[in-house]
Structure formats: structure tokens, C-alpha cells
């Protein structure tokens, strides 16, 4: 298993969950990074994975890849993943982006799938969970799709 983010605080925070449930964190990769950078350097050396977790933040800001909005960029983080991912595998993305709307993440995620030369073979969307009230002043922002791909 490997967790890739930017932040060190989240990556010791993943560390230090493995411990708190008694898994051996040495038994994982923890990168720090640049997602963009890391996901060519993993398909270079041909990693594979049976699941791809997507979970970016609405917005970050890299040295390596400049700015990254969930609403205009997530094609491009599902492109650079899908090497990544065997066939058959699953592809969670989540997007906590109010300007995307579920219909509109679904559309981007198969045309960037398919735009890979792969295809959804089934698909789950998960809409925001109860412990994320829902409410007239604050919408279900989270989105959350999981993707069979062949």
C-alpha cells in the first residue's frame, strides 16, 4: 500500500492512524510529494494497483505542478492515475467542491477515463453521508464516485 500526499502533517497523521489500529507503518509507503510528479515516477517504474484513491483538496498550490483546482483539474489527476490502475480495478475519486456537481464530476470522470483509452465497466456514486448534514445554507459539497475500469 502507498499514501502520496503534499502534506507531512497528513502523511504523519496516516502514520500514526496504522500504529493507533495496530498495523506496522513500515509495512507502507508514506511519500511526500508532488501527486502529479510522484504518479509519472510510480507508472515509470510500473506500479500497479488494484485501487486508486483520489481524494485532492479543492484547491493546493505546488512548486512541481502550480495550482490545482478539483473543479478544472480533476481530468488531469485521473489521466496521470490511470496507469497506475489494472485492469478491473477500482478508481475511488471524491471531490468536496461546491462549484462541481455531481452530474458534472461524473461526466469529467468518464470522459477523462475514457480519454485514457479505458472504459467504466460499473459505477457507485455515493452523495455526501449523514454525518454531513446537509442543509439550505450548506450544500452537500463532497462527491463521491466509485469506478470499476476496465
Given at each position: 500500500m502507498t499514501?502520496?500526499?503534499l502534506s507531512r502533517k497528513y502523511l504523519d497523521w496516516g502514520r500514526r492512524n496504522f500504529e493507533l489500529n495496530g498495523l506496522d507503518p513500515?509495512?507502507?509507503d508514506f511519500i511526500y510529494g508532488d501527486a502529479f510528479d510522484w504518479l509519472r515516477?510510480?507508472?515509470r517504474k510500473r506500479r500497479c494497483f488494484d485501487?486508486?484513491?483520489?481524494?485532492?483538496?479543492t484547491f493546493s498550490?505546488?512548486?512541481a505542478s502550480g495550482s490545482f483546482r478539483a473543479e478544472h483539474d480533476y481530468p488531469r489527476l485521473v489521466s496521470a492515475a490511470m496507469?497506475?490502475?489494472r485492469p478491473g480495478g477500482v478508481l475511488l475519486a471524491c471531490?468536496?467542491?461546491a462549484r462541481l456537481t455531481a452530474a458534472a464530476f461524473g461526466e469529467t470522470l468518464h470522459a477523462a477515463v475514457g480519454a485514457a483509452g479505458r472504459r467504466?465497466?460499473?459505477e457507485h456514486f455515493a452523495p455526501q453521508p449523514p454525518d454531513f448534514p446537509v442543509t439550505r445554507d450548506e450544500p452537500g459539497h463532497l462527491k463521491t464516485f466509485w469506478l470499476r475500469v476496465q
Open positions: 499514501s502520496l500526499d513500515a509495512d507502507h515516477r510510480l507508472a485501487l486508486v484513491v483520489l481524494d485532492p483538496p498550490q505546488s512548486k496507469p497506475l490502475l471531490a468536496n467542491a467504466v465497466e460499473l
